[in-house]
Every structure is written in C-alpha cells, then in structure tokens.
C-alpha cells in the first residue's frame, strides 16, 4: 500500500497541483470576496485536469498490472486526492489568518472563519461523495462525475452565502459565538470523514465489477 501511495503523490500527480493550493490560498487577500471561490477552484481546475492527466497515462491500467487489490487502488486514489483537499484547506487557513489580521472589517458574504471552514470541509465531502462512485462505475468516464460534483459543490456554497446574505438569523448562527462556530467545524470534519468512507466502499464495490 506505501508503494501504491508513493506512486500516487510521485507519478500520478502532476507537481503543478501541489503548487496550485498555495495559488488559490493567496485568494484569500482579496476583501470583501466570496471565500468559497477558494476551495471550488480546486473542483474547477485541479480535479478535471488531474483525471484528464491519469486518463491520459492510463493510470487506472496500469495500476491493475500492479500486484495490488482493487480496493488498495481506490483506497490510495481517494487518499491521494483528498490530501490535495486538505492542503489546499491548510493554505486556505494560513492566508485566513493573515487576512483577519489585515482586514477588520465584516464581509457581506461569510467571512473566512471557524464555521466557513467547517463548511468548506461540508462541501469536499459532498463533492468526494457523488465523484468518486460515479467515477469508478467506469474508472475511465470522469467528465460527467466532476461535472455533476462541481456543480452540486457550487449549489451548496451559493445555498450558504445566499442565506447568509439574505437571512440575518443565518448570519449571525454561523458568525456569532465562538463555541458555536467551532461546533460547526468540528461537525464538517465529521462530515467530510463519513462521507469519504461512504465514497470508498462505494467506489470499492463499482470499481470491483469494471472489467479494466
């Protein structure tokens, strides 16, 4: 399995995408944004492009030449992508810091807090959730998965800033005491750990039926 991830974060992926989450994390200079543009850049231009590369190489035959389960490859590809998500969360909160540090001001939209991070993780799940099932009912089609991912990614983080703008009750939940914001962190890792199991077992049982 080491030698599976290795091949992964050394053969797979492309240095680029390492790079691209201290890119996008610098975002979070801008003033008065919409934040969750941040991490959706990542299903925008990281995710199409990654699985455009392995389709190109034709990783996924390759990888079932390799002396390892199915169920290890979906494993070590989940792992592998959602530790771009994570680096690109990680950066997300360096640049956070600095920015609440520069900028006293509230925003309109949310504001790059405890509970927008909590969120966030709420969104890559959701994401994680639909892509990968859908992905490896083929394990060679990834178009319409990270279409259909993308855009139910970007109609949860509209639903939330779109409440937040119009609904003060919704404000001031999700910004208002710090307890109450570390509780929705807390619950969106929950989330994002649940769901990425459901999108592992699931993906493990479509990818075991795929005659590569």
Request: hydrophobic share 60%; with cysteine.
């Amino acid at each position: 399995m080491s030698n599976l991830l290795y091949k992964e974060f050394r053969l797979a992926i492309n240095p680029f995408f390492y790079v691209m989450p201290v890119l996008l994390g610098a975002l979070m200079f801008i003033p008065q944004w919409i934040f969750f543009f941040v991490p959706l850049y990542f299903c925008f231009i990281t995710a199409p492009n990654l699985f455009g590369v392995l389709k190109s190489n034709n990783d996924v035959s390759y990888s079932v030449m390799l002396p390892v389960s199915k169920r290890e490859i979906v494993l070590a590809r989940i792992a592998s992508i959602v530790t771009l998500e994570l680096l690109h969360i990680v950066m997300a909160v360096v640049f956070a810091i600095i920015h609440n540090i520069l900028y006293s001001s509230s925003n309109i939209f949310m504001d790059p807090s405890y509970a927008y991070f909590g969120l966030v993780f709420v969104m890559f799940g959701l994401f994680n959730v639909i892509l990968f099932p859908m992905y490896y009912k083929t394990a060679y089609k990834y178009g319409a998965p990270v279409i259909i991912s993308t855009v139910v990614a970007v109609l949860f983080a509209a639903l939330v800033e779109v409440s937040v703008i119009l609904n003060k009750d919704v404000a001031v939940f999700l910004e208002g005491s710090i307890t109450r914001q570390l509780v929705i962190l807390a619950v969106g890792i929950l989330f994002f750990l649940v769901v990425n199991a459901v999108a592992y077992k699931m993906g493990v049982k479509r990818f075991e039926k795929v005659d590569v």
